[in-house]
């Protein structure tokens, strides 16, 4: 996966994430909010001389540990692309899963889905605006 596709598939994922908030459809919105920081992580752990990001799978915590301390490492440009720092976003990354897809309706609050919501948003303008700014992405 390039970094293009990352970027194309968490805009997707944040779009619809927002969707699905705003028509109260909860559990898939919370849901959808982890797969938009997957993507924005793995668009700054993906290029040449970085690690392998297909081998991270879902994991957020090793995407924001040291994966993304090697990337940094191997890649000075990408020091500027900095985690959210927001509760929320840790929360997210300690929370989440892609196994919530089989959890039961109304699994989750209102409350939690605007949190997730918010960490998808800071994921996104966090790590793929500036990307884009700075033309990493084509």
Not at 4 to 13: D, K, P, Q
Not at 29 to 57: D, F, I, N, R
Not at 101 to 106: F, N, S, T
Request: with cysteine; net charge neutral; hydrophobic share 45%.
């Amino acid at each position: 996966m390039d970094i293009a596709t990352c970027v194309s598939a968490a805009g997707r994922h944040l779009n619809d994430t927002e969707t699905l908030h705003h028509r109260a459809r909860y559990d898939n919105a919370a849901y959808l909010a982890g797969y938009v920081a997957e993507c924005a992580l793995k668009s700054v752990l993906t290029g040449p001389g970085l690690p392998a990001h297909q081998q991270l799978g879902h994991d957020l915590r090793l995407m924001t540990g040291n994966a993304l301390l090697l990337a940094v490492a191997m890649s000075a440009a990408r020091r500027r692309y900095n985690l959210p720092v927001s509760q929320d976003f840790a929360d997210l990354v300690a929370t989440w899963k892609p196994d919530e897809r089989y959890a039961k309706e109304g699994t989750v609050s209102a409350a939690r889905a605007e949190a997730r919501l918010n960490a998808a948003r800071e994921s996104f303008a966090n790590l793929i605006i500036p990307q884009l700014l700075d033309h990493h992405i084509v």
